[in-house]
């Protein structure tokens, strides 16, 4: 198994190459660039200069002309501005190098966890992903352990009395939980529950109240929790349909095996057998998918919820970074979730052995 866990860690390092070097080539061949965002800002600030002064005498637009024709740039809308400040620009941003250059010097800063400073907005990437990690950790872990707990009992409850009316209802409400998106079912709890139109009993901004520093500790745990209800809630209903089928395909897959069959024979007990015997092998794929439901959740099913409920987190944090081509943002946090989720595989290949030590990764073939 050590030799297994080695070759796998190693594997990361080409699987993270690949995948930054695919990001990088995508996202400098897209149009817009921050060097054409600083420009749009000068170029919006002039014209909104220029309208104060409106009446636009001939002088002006002799002086417009002239500045137009003073240098020209490969950038759109650089017409009028001085080439030693797009010049300085590219400087500021790095792009007075090549594609290579720049792409090897981020690489060799991020193996230090040097993930720079943003462009626009004066603070170091990993400060900004640490500031945002509370809240994408408190909606990621608190859903993934509401889903598990509710998805397993339902779906083992689900295959012992499958068929039954039970079965019939409650794959009704599955069907229907998984067919309402999370960020519809958010509006619906605004609406009855966040002052939206009937009870106002929750809050509909950030992840504790302004006063929690000055709290007692219960008092700051229910303020947490009283913040997360509705955000945790969205999330649990879209995310417990597919995982309960899955322990009831699971458990009735099992169900039908020969040991089962043999056990029974010998006089168990139904709940010896469900619990004793298939309860183990059924689990196996229920419980080693636990890191991957958590990454899901944690990094790529909340930006809408982040921004229904207000919720400064990584999701909002990197969806912003793409709207302003904030880089360093964009690939920081780009390498930092993509070296989270790939460690997080490994562990759960190595969840699979802790649950059942027949399977062996190191002997396969």
Do not use: C
Request: glycine letters at 10%; charged letters at 20%; proline letters at 4%.
């Amino acid at each position: 198994m050590a030799a297994y866990i080695v070759r796998r860690l190693l594997l990361i390092i080409p699987t993270l190459l690949g995948i930054m070097i695919l990001n990088f080539v995508i996202i400098h061949a897209a149009p817009g660039g921050p060097v054409e965002k600083m420009i749009a800002r000068f170029q919006n600030a002039d014209v909104s200069a220029t309208a104060r002064f409106s009446g636009g005498t001939q002088q002006g637009d002799a002086s417009r002309q002239s500045q137009g024709t003073k240098g020209s740039s490969s950038y759109r809308g650089a017409q009028g501005l001085d080439p030693e400040f797009i010049a300085d620009l590219e400087r500021q941003f790095g792009f007075d190098k090549p594609a290579h250059e720049r792409f090897l010097q981020m690489m060799k800063n991020f193996l230090r966890f040097d993930f720079g400073d943003s462009f626009f907005r004066d603070r170091g990437v990993w400060d900004l992903v640490l500031e945002k990690m509370p809240v994408s950790i408190s909606l990621g872990l608190w859903t993934t352990l509401i889903v598990y707990i509710v998805s397993i009992p339902l779906g083992i409850a689900k295959a012992v009395r499958d068929g039954s009316r039970f079965d019939v209802w409650t794959s009704a409400v599955v069907v229907v939980g998984n067919a309402i998106p999370s960020f519809l079912f958010a509006i619906l709890l605004i609406v009855l529950f966040a002052g939206g139109r009937y009870w106002d009993w929750f809050p509909l901004r950030g992840l504790v109240s302004d006063n929690w520093a000055e709290l007692g500790t219960w008092a700051k745990i229910r303020d947490y929790f009283w913040h997360i209800a509705l955000p945790v809630t969205s999330l649990v209903i879209g995310g417990f349909a597919s995982l309960t089928m899955l322990t009831k395909n699971s458990f009735l897959d099992q169900i039908n095996q020969q040991y089962v069959l043999t056990a029974r024979a010998k006089g168990l007990s139904e709940r010896r057998v469900m619990y004793g015997h298939v309860f183990r092998n059924a689990m196996l794929i229920v419980i080693a998918g636990f890191p991957s439901a958590l990454i899901g959740i944690l990094f790529t099913g909340s930006l809408l919820i982040e921004v229904i409920f207000s919720l400064d987190g990584i999701g909002l944090l990197g969806f912003n970074a793409a709207l302003n081509r904030d880089y360093p943002v964009m690939f920081g946090t780009l390498y930092f979730l993509t070296l989270l989720g790939l460690l997080l595989k490994l562990i759960e290949d190595i969840t699979y052995v802790l649950v059942d030590p027949r399977i062996d990764f190191a002997r396969r073939d």
